[in-house]
């Protein structure tokens, strides 16, 4: 009892509560200090408020975050404003996004453009995943690429390339082509009649031409400065002129698309009674008018949404693709010799070439391959957002981190492709067997729909343009010294466009 008449009962309850205090600040750190720390991939260093924005500023974002890699590893942290990122860099990252953990990076980033552009992410490329998005993908892949429209496609893509090969014909002597104004008429012509009818609109009726939308609409899909800083982002956007620019991207791309439907709606049921007549959007229409297998109706804008997928992912990645295979062609003499003499040999007692005979051409085939695995369309691909805690290479990843995948650099490592991963030696396919060594169409659930038919109309239309036609570099400049600089983000794109002379081939000889 004497030490409650010493000290007063205040100043026991006080230095009690003290202690208690104290003993609970000891215990949460034995606690905190037993947790270990997580475990981040390598990062570059980065600067307050904009991260590591400053490394990508006038510079192609493939090469920068390649060479970033060879420092920090084949998985990076990398920091965009408010965003997290890692990057991947080696097929065995590459595969764990893509295959291992599929299910936790099966979902997309948020972007103001695309949200917009997709008539709020009701597409496929860019929605995040959902039962939505998954029926939508099978409806793509049935009504437009599967065996359903095959015939219909093979006849168009013969038809239009019979047209090419014939202008070429008639090109006049020692002048130049440019092959990208080719490839992209004929491509356009292919995919937009098997999409939309022969009687497609070429050109909107008001406003900038269907090149001119298109291509702005690629470049909004890229997102915006603004994406990366949620709280000031729309003033960025607004005083930028990028939200202006996105509206009217909208409007425009929208317009033609409303006409497109229009159009077909306005068409009697005879002009369509026959199935082999019917094209995508004819058979979307009809969609919309019952239950889908999953028991989803299709709305208007499901089908806008359908078409500008089309539209923008149909057209110029063949293009980028069919302009760098043929730009490595006539780089490479020796595989023009190579693949001529494949191609012609099967030619010989024919008039014209076919799907079956491109078939069966191996060569063409690696060729194909090979520009592939040095010129991927979409060089870091479309980012993969994580949706749980994970880990990746024994680091760890959090929800709302974006995964993006250095295609371009996987397909040059010179540690999976060896000394002459630059070189274009279509040869190293006759052995190698790819699994996520080159990634150009991703894999898993956010895969390219359209990964198996696109390479197959790539190979037709170089067989025709090889077999037919010697083709040399104008002015005189030697094959070898052919401009090959990229330029680019979502899309790659060959800097210069590719403009050769055609020489008629001579069988007699």
Same mark, same amino acid.
């Given at each position: ?5 010493? &000290?007063?009962? !205040? ?16 215990? &949460? ?40 890699? *060879? ?27 893509? /295959? ?40 793509? %892949? ?45 491509? *356009? ?23 001119? #939308? %298109? ?39 929208? =317009? ?24 995508? %959007?004819?058979?979307?229409? @009809? ?12 709305? *208007? ?17 063949? #293009? ?29 007692? *024919? ?6 005979? +491109? ?5 063409? /085939? ?30 760890? #990843? ?17 540690? +999976?492709?060896? @000394? ?9 396919? @006759? /052995? &190698? ?9 991703? =894999? ?21 343009? #090889?077999?037919?036609?010697? !083709?040399?570099?104008?002015?005189? +400049? ?6 090959? @600089? ?24």
């Amino acid at each position: 009892m004497e030490i409650f008449t010493i &000290f007063p009962q !205040w100043l026991l309850t006080s230095t009690l509560i003290f202690i208690m205090f104290f003993m609970f600040l000891y215990t &949460f750190k034995s606690n905190k200090s037993s947790i270990s720390a997580p475990k981040l991939p390598p990062n570059p260093p980065k600067l307050p408020i904009i991260g590591n924005l400053h490394k990508l500023v006038g510079k192609p974002r493939h090469q920068v975050l390649w060479q970033l890699s *060879k420092q920090y590893g084949p998985i990076m942290q990398f920091k965009m404003g408010s965003k997290s990122f890692i990057v991947i860099s080696s097929p065995k990252m590459a595969k764990q996004i893509m /295959k291992t953990q599929d299910h936790i990076f099966c979902s997309r980033p948020y972007s103001k453009s695309t949200e917009r552009l997709t008539y709020n992410y009701l597409d496929i490329a860019f929605s995040p995943q959902s039962n939505h998005r998954r029926e939508m993908r099978k409806i793509l %892949v049935s009504e437009f690429l599967g065996p359903k429209r095959a015939s219909r496609i093979n006849h168009v893509l013969g038809t239009e390339v019979d047209t090419m090969v014939r202008a070429l014909a008639l090109h006049p002597p020692n002048g130049a082509v440019n092959l990208r104004d080719l490839f992209l008429a004929t491509v *356009k012509a292919v995919v937009c009649k098997v999409a939309f009818g022969d009687n497609y609109r070429q050109q909107p009726i008001n406003g900038p031409s269907w090149e001119v #939308v %298109v291509d702005e609409a690629q470049e909004m899909l890229g997102g915006s400065v603004g994406d990366f800083f949620p709280w000031v982002g729309r003033f960025i956007d607004r005083i930028s002129g990028s939200s202006r620019k996105l509206d009217r991207c909208f409007n425009n791309l929208d =317009a033609y698309i409303e006409t497109v439907i229009n159009d077909h709606k306005n068409q009697t049921g005879s002009e369509v009674s026959d199935v082999d007549d019917k094209d995508f %959007v004819h058979s979307l229409l @009809e969609l919309s008018c019952k239950d889908a297998t999953s028991g989803y109706q299709l709305t *208007k804008e499901d089908i806008k949404s359908l078409i500008m997928d089309v539209l923008t992912g149909g057209v110029d990645t063949t #293009v980028v693709t069919l302009e760098w295979t043929m730009s490595e062609i006539a780089r490479n003499v020796r595989v023009m010799q190579k693949l001529q003499t494949e191609i012609r040999n099967r030619t010989k007692t *024919k008039q014209k070439l076919d799907a079956t005979d +491109v078939a069966k051409m191996t060569y063409l /085939k690696m060729v194909v391959k090979e520009t592939l695995r040095l010129h991927p369309p979409a060089p870091l691909l479309i980012p993969h957002e994580c949706i749980s805690q994970c880990q990746v290479g024994g680091y760890d #990843v959090y929800p709302g981190t974006s995964a993006l995948i250095n295609a371009w650099g996987i397909g040059r490592d010179p540690t +999976v492709w060896g @000394e002459n991963a630059g070189e274009f030696y279509p040869e190293r396919f @006759e /052995k &190698f067997e790819v699994d996520f060594e080159m990634v150009p169409f991703g =894999a898993g659930r956010r895969s390219c729909p359209a990964m198996n038919t696109a390479p197959a109309t790539v190979e037709f239309l170089i067989a025709n343009l #090889v077999c037919w036609f010697d !083709w040399e570099v104008p002015n005189g +400049v030697k094959n070898e010294d052919l401009n090959m @600089e990229d330029v680019g983000t979502l899309i790659l794109r060959k800097k210069l466009p590719l403009c050769l002379v055609p020489r008629k081939f001579n069988w007699e000889d």
